[in-house]
C-alpha cells in the first residue's frame, strides 16, 4: 500500500506541486530509506522480545502518518511524512515473513509462501486502481487508503495470540550467531537477487513506467492503475501455485527464470509503440515476480534458526529498501540526463545483472542445513 497505491498519482502530485517528473521518485525513495536503519533494529527487537510488541505500534505508525501525507500543503513536507510512514512499514514485511516461517516448514511452508505471496500481489493489483480512481478526484485521496492500517493493528492487539518471541541467547553470542548464519555464499546471492529485484520493480516499473504512459501515451492515472494491476494479477495466480511449482523445478532454477524474463521485460518495452502491445511485457514481469521472490523468500525463511529470524530477514529487508530507494534515484538521473527509454535499458542491464548473479552465486552456492 505505501507505494502502489500511490504510484498512479505521481504526475499529478508532480503537476499540483510543483515537481519535476525525475523528482517525483523521492516519493519512493524518502519512504524507503527508514527502513534501511530501522528494520535491523525492529528485528533484533522482534527476536529479543516479542514479535507483537513491535507489529502493532508500526501497523498504528503506518497508518497514522500515510493519513497525513493526504494533509501536505508542499512537497517538502510530503516527504517528511513519507519518512515517518516509512518508519511504521519498516518491521511489517519482515514480521510477516518471520511468523510464517515459526509456524511452518518444507513444501508446506513453500505453499504457504506462495499464497503469502498471492495476497500482497492482489493487493498490489487491486491499490493502483484504486489509487488511480481516487487521484482523478485529487493527489491527496489515495494516501487515505493507509486508514486501513488503524483497523489491522487494532485487531493485532486484541486479537493475535502468539507465543513469547523472546530467546535465551547473550546478546553478543545472538549478535555472533546472526553473522554466522549470514556468512554464505549463496545468501550472498539471494541478497543480491532481492537487491536487484527492487532496482527493477520500484526504478523500473513502478516510477518509470509510469510515467512513459503518461509522457508517451497520455493516460489517466485510473486507467495507469489498471495496467499495473495487470501484472499483479498474474503475480498472485503465480505465486499462488509455488508450493506445486517447487515439487517439479528447484528454487534456484525458478529464480534464474525469472532473472531472464525480467531482461526480456525491460527490453522490449521501449520498443512498443501501441498501448495494447504492452499485454506481453506486462504478462512476462507479471509471472517472473510469481516465482521470484517468494522463491528467495521461502529460502531465506527456512534457512534462518527461529530464534534469530526476525533479525536475519531483517538484513534482507533492508537490501530490498536499498534497491528499493536506490532504483527511483538512479534512473531519475538516466531520465534527467540521458532519456526515458534509456532508463528500461539499464533497468534491463541490472536484470541481466541478476542472470549473472544466479549463474555465479544462487546456483552454485549451498545453504548450511536447514535448522
Same mark, same amino acid.
Not at 31 to 54: C, E, H, M, S
Not at 84 to 89: D, R, T
Not at 182 to 201: A, D, N, P
Given at each position: 500500500?505505501?507505494?502502489? %497505491?500511490? *504510484? @498512479? ?6 503537476? %499540483? ?17 527508514? $527502513? ?47 519518512? #515517518? ?9 519482515? &514480521? ?35 489509487? =488511480? ?20 493493528? !487494532? #485487531? ?8 513469547? =518471541?523472546?530467546? =535465551? /541467547? ?17 545468501? /550472498?546471492?539471494?541478497? &543480491? ?27 489517466? +492515472? ?7 494491476? =495487470?501484472? +499483479? ?5 503465480? %505465486? ?29 518495452? @521501449? ?55 536506490? $532504483?527511483?534515484?538512479? !534512473?531519475?538521473?538516466?531520465? &534527467? ?13 541490472? *536484470? ?20
Amino acid at each position: 500500500m505505501g507505494v502502489s %497505491s500511490i *504510484a @498512479p498519482a505521481f504526475p499529478s502530485i508532480a503537476r %499540483s506541486l510543483d515537481v519535476s517528473s525525475g523528482q517525483i521518485g523521492l516519493l519512493i525513495t524518502f519512504f524507503t530509506l527508514p $527502513g534501511i536503519i530501522f528494520t535491523p533494529i525492529f528485528g533484533i527487537l522482534a527476536d529479543r522480545f516479542n514479535r507483537k510488541v513491535i507489529l502493532v505500534p508500526s501497523l498504528f505508525l503506518f497508518g497514522i502518518a500515510g493519513t497525513a501525507c493526504a494533509f501536505a500543503t508542499s512537497f517538502e513536507q510530503l516527504l517528511l511524512l513519507r519518512v #515517518f510512514q516509512g518508519i511504521g512499514s519498516a518491521a511489517l514485511g519482515v &514480521l510477516n515473513l518471520t511468523l510464517i516461517g515459526d509456524l511452518y516448514s518444507g513444501n508446506e511452508r513453500a505453499t504457504v509462501m506462495g499464497y503469502n505471496g498471492s495476497v500482497l500481489s492482489i493487493g498490489t493489483a487491486m491499490y493502483p486502481a484504486i489509487g =488511480g480512481a481516487l487521484a482523478i478526484v485529487g493527489w491527496h485521496y489515495p494516501f487515505f487508503l493507509s486508514l486501513i492500517a488503524i483497523p489491522v493493528g !487494532l #485487531f493485532a492487539l486484541f486479537g493475535l495470540k502468539l507465543k513469547s =518471541g523472546k530467546n =535465551g /541467547l547473550g546478546l553478543n553470542l545472538y549478535l555472533k550467531e546472526i553473522r554466522s548464519a549470514l556468512y554464505s555464499k549463496m545468501v /550472498l546471492g539471494l541478497f &543480491l537477487g532481492m537487491f536487484f529485484t527492487f532496482i527493477i520493480l520500484y526504478g523500473g516499473y513502478i516510477t518509470f513506467f509510469t510515467i512513459l504512459l503518461d509522457e508517451k501515451f497520455e493516460k489517466s +492515472s485510473l486507467a495507469i492503475g489498471i495496467i499495473l494491476s =495487470g501484472s +499483479s494479477l498474474l503475480t498472485a495466480i503465480t %505465486s499462488a501455485q509455488l508450493g506445486r511449482l517447487t515439487q517439479r523445478f528447484s528454487e534456484k532454477s525458478l529464480i534464474t527464470t525469472a532473472a531472464i524474463l525480467y531482461t526480456v521485460t525491460f527490453l522490449l518495452i @521501449p520498443a512498443i509503440d501501441n498501448i495494447w502491445h504492452f499485454i506481453l511485457p506486462i504478462s512476462i514481469f507479471g509471472i517472473a515476480q510469481g516465482i521470484n521472490i517468494p522463491s528467495i523468500l521461502n529460502l531465506l525463511t527456512g534457512y534462518a534458526p527461529q530464534e534469530l529470524r526476525a533479525a536475519f530477514l531483517s538484513v534482507n529487508w533492508m537490501v530490498m529498501r536499498v534497491g528499493q530507494a536506490l $532504483g527511483p534515484y538512479l !534512473l531519475g538521473l538516466v531520465y &534527467l540526463h540521458i532519456s526515458l527509454d534509456s532508463t528500461f535499458y539499464i533497468t534491463a542491464g541490472v *536484470a541481466a545483472l541478476f542472470v549473472l548473479n544466479c549463474f555465479t552465486l544462487i546456483r552454485t552456492g549451498k545453504l548450511k542445513a536447514e535448522l
